[in-house]
């Protein structure tokens, strides 16, 4: 909700690097289908980014579309400030069709340079399938470094055997090897015919993997290991980080680290669509990731997101940011200009409830359950612009919901109550 390209009516995937001081936001743009290419934007507070447009489009043999990717450094001491990105391309193999892994280098990180059909990475058929008629997926690779300079990674694949991600191996970080996929315990993801990988990281010797799964309305799921190649549970506790049950509101996060914090992104998604039928997407502000004594992963205000805030208002309406202690299960109701009211209960678990009134009646529409403890008078954010809004509580982010419009007004038991209007250009 903090930034959308002016360059194009709609994009989807968002992918973040943090390097000297700038952090750069990468954008799969998506106006006619799945991804035509990428852009991207850069920022030096991590809140208001400068838009580049374009920087890397689709080769004449994609037939469907461009895939997401990933953006690392390359790990040679010979070579300074060398970049390498992934990204993906359904071309024709023969009769079939068949996604294959790419590779980009940038010296900048702003200009990129295709690393040309003999990097290709391309389906290990001893454990994977091979093309689009069997289900077949290869995209997106993200990269976990080791000690030792090489890389463990995974990726979005499609294991021979049962629904799971690709994983695979590389010494330098532009020739990778697939090695078997992890057995996974899909949880609320088993009934899927696929999952999408979208980010790593390792804590206390856990590997913990972000992964999305598109036609479920939880849409993004954290599963631990013990080790890289598996096997993947899923996590004890707050495991699911959205809840897309009436509309999907977010979707495919991912991990990079800004000022030695581990950080994630994502993109929210609004109920209106471009000419073509495609989503029109925001990237939402960046979280900070924790991990509390239990090993739970949680995602967080992260500081730098003051940033945000303009000046003070005395009334709660259009794009603002909320504050205020909130008494337990005392619900906030806000008012959109539709004529619908959305009701927000949150206990001291960080069980929240979203409720609307379009029927004459309140019916929940989305369910968060962080299963942590927030204080009796949980500290209360809720950022809005336009439609979109997030609710943290206690500094945890708790959840995202798309309203069916804006904010007019809001009814509410905020103890210390303040409003700012948001600072966005």
């Not at 390359?74 to 990204?87: A, E, M, S, V």
């Not at 090993?295 to 205020?324: F, Q, V």
Request: proline share 4%; with cysteine; hydrophobic share 35%.
């Amino acid at each position: 909700m903090i930034f959308r390209t002016k360059f194009f009516s709609a994009t989807w995937d968002t992918w973040m690097y943090y390097y000297r001081k700038v952090y750069y936001l990468y954008y799969l743009i998506t106006e006619k289908s799945g991804g035509e290419g990428f852009g991207v934007a850069t920022s030096i507070d991590g809140v208001h980014f400068d838009d580049y447009g374009k920087v890397l489009g689709a080769s004449d043999k994609m037939v469907i579309y461009l895939g997401t990717g990933s953006v690392w450094k390359l790990n040679d001491p010979q070579i300074k400030d060398t970049f390498i990105c992934n990204y993906s391309e359904w071309r024709k193999c023969g009769d079939e069709i068949q996604q294959i892994i790419l590779f980009a280098v940038s010296y900048d990180l702003l200009h990129w340079e295709k690393c040309g059909d003999k990097y290709n990475f391309l389906p290990d058929t001893a454990y994977y399938k091979e093309f689009q008629s069997q289900g077949e997926r290869w995209d997106c690779i993200f990269p976990l470094q080791q000690e030792d300079g090489s890389y463990y990674g995974y990726w979005t694949g499609a294991p021979k055997e049962f629904v799971g991600v690709g994983f695979g191996k590389s010494q330098n970080g532009i020739d990778w090897e697939a090695l078997p996929p992890p057995i996974m315990e899909l949880g609320l993801f088993h009934e899927s015919r696929e999952v999408e990988a979208g980010a790593a990281c390792v804590h206390n010797g856990k590997v913990y993997l972000m992964t999305g799964c598109y036609d479920h309305e939880k849409g993004v799921g954290f599963y631990v290991a013990e080790h890289p190649e598996g096997p993947f549970a899923p996590m004890q506790k707050n495991f699911a980080l959205f809840s897309n049950s009436s509309h999907m509101h977010a979707y495919f996060s991912r991990f990079f680290y800004g000022e030695h914090k581990l950080l994630a992104n994502f993109h929210v998604i609004a109920r209106q669509e471009n000419e073509f039928g495609r989503p029109i997407t925001y990237l939402a502000p960046v979280k900070e990731v924790s991990f509390d004594q239990e090993g739970i992963l949680r995602l967080s205000w992260w500081e730098k997101n003051e940033a945000l805030k303009g000046d003070p208002c005395t009334t709660i309406t259009g794009d603002c940011l909320i504050e205020g202690y909130m008494p337990i299960e005392a619900p906030i109701v806000l008012t959109v200009n539709c004529g619908g009211h959305i009701r927000i209960t949150l206990d001291r678990y960080g069980h929240a409830v979203y409720a609307t009134d379009a029927s004459g009646s309140y019916q929940t529409v989305e369910v968060y359950d962080r299963g942590l403890l927030l204080g009796r008078n949980a500290h209360i954010r809720i950022l809005v612009r336009g439609t979109f809004t997030e609710l943290y509580a206690d500094d945890y982010f708790i959840g995202c919901y798309t309203m069916p419009g804006t904010l007019i007004d809001a009814n509410h038991r905020l103890i210390d109550l303040k409003v700012w209007s948001l600072s966005l250009e």
